[in-house]
T-cell receptor, first 115, second 114 residues
Framework: AQSVTQPDIHITVSEGASLELRCNYS??????LFWYVQSPGQGLQLLLK??????LVQGIKGFEAEFKRSQSSFNLRKPSVHWSDAAEYFC?????????????FGPGTRLSVLP | DADVTQTPRNRITKTGKRIMLECSQT?????MYWYRQDPGLGLQLIYY???????NKGEISDGYSVSRQAQAKFSLSLESAIPNQTALYFC?????????????FGPGTRLTVL
């Protein structure tokens, strides 16, 4: 079965520190990969997505993610975290070779930022 | 104005009551989705619709029904609400013309069933 794992349920970093959120997926084919952010009381906002080409993808708010096929990973990074980045982050995957296949979401990683 | 709106934003109801959650979108997308979010479980797909005449069950459709009244409107009903349906519900849309099928989410409806 297709699955998406985010090994870290909760991460705490200091403001200004670097950040990496992990995402692993299990698929036979090359998937489309997404990161969404959910701020408290808000819906999900798309940060970035990967579908082909350069495996390093730039997104909004200074985030980037790298697709590593050999590791089945799509980790999200930010060089310097701001207090406003405190939120929950979701990785999502869709299998592009399976028409009608829907998104599968990971369980989310909650990010806390210390002043 | 938001592209994807959900009403109500918050609802408290009692066990056994019928509840309808509504979703409207101005993005012109043909695909619409309903998810529920529970802590630690991410988002789980309840129902989805690829156009007005196409309705499909998701992974957790039991206890729910939907209606696609128009391309822009997709409603979720709980025929007889039960406490374990207490959750945050999200509507989302996507465009068939977008080969990545990127989904865009509404702000969510927080439902509490007592």
């Amino acid at each position: 079965a297709q699955s998406v794992t985010q090994p870290d349920i909760h991460i705490t970093v200091s403001e200004g520190a670097s950040l990496e959120l992990r995402c692993n997926y299990s698929y036979g084919a090359t998937p489309y990969l997404f990161w969404y952010v959910q701020s408290p009381g808000q819906g999900l906002q798309l940060l970035l997505k990967y579908f082909s080409g350069d495996t390093l993808v730039q997104g909004i708010k200074g985030f980037e993610a790298e697709f590593k096929r050999s590791q089945s990973s799509f980790n999200l990074r930010k060089p310097s975290v701001h207090w406003s980045d405190a939120a929950e982050y979701f990785c999502a995957v869709i299998n592009r070779d399976n028409y009608g296949q829907n998104f599968v979401f990971g369980p989310g990683t909650r990010l806390s930022v210390l002043p | 104005d938001a592209d994807v709106t959900q009403t109500p934003r918050n609802r408290i109801t009692k066990t056994g009551k019928r509840i309808m959650l509504e979703c409207s979108q101005t993005k012109g997308h043909d695909r619409m989705y309903w998810y529920r979010q529970d802590p630690g479980l991410g988002l789980q797909l309840i129902y989805y619709s690829f156009d007005v005449k196409d309705i499909n069950k998701g992974e957790i459709s039991d206890g729910y029904s939907v209606s696609r009244q128009a391309q822009a409107k997709f409603s979720l009903s709980l025929e007889s609400a039960i406490p374990n349906q207490t959750a945050l519900y999200f509507c989302a849309t996507s465009d068939t013309r977008d080969f990545t099928d990127t989904q865009y989410f509404g702000p969510g409806t927080r439902l509490t069933v007592l």
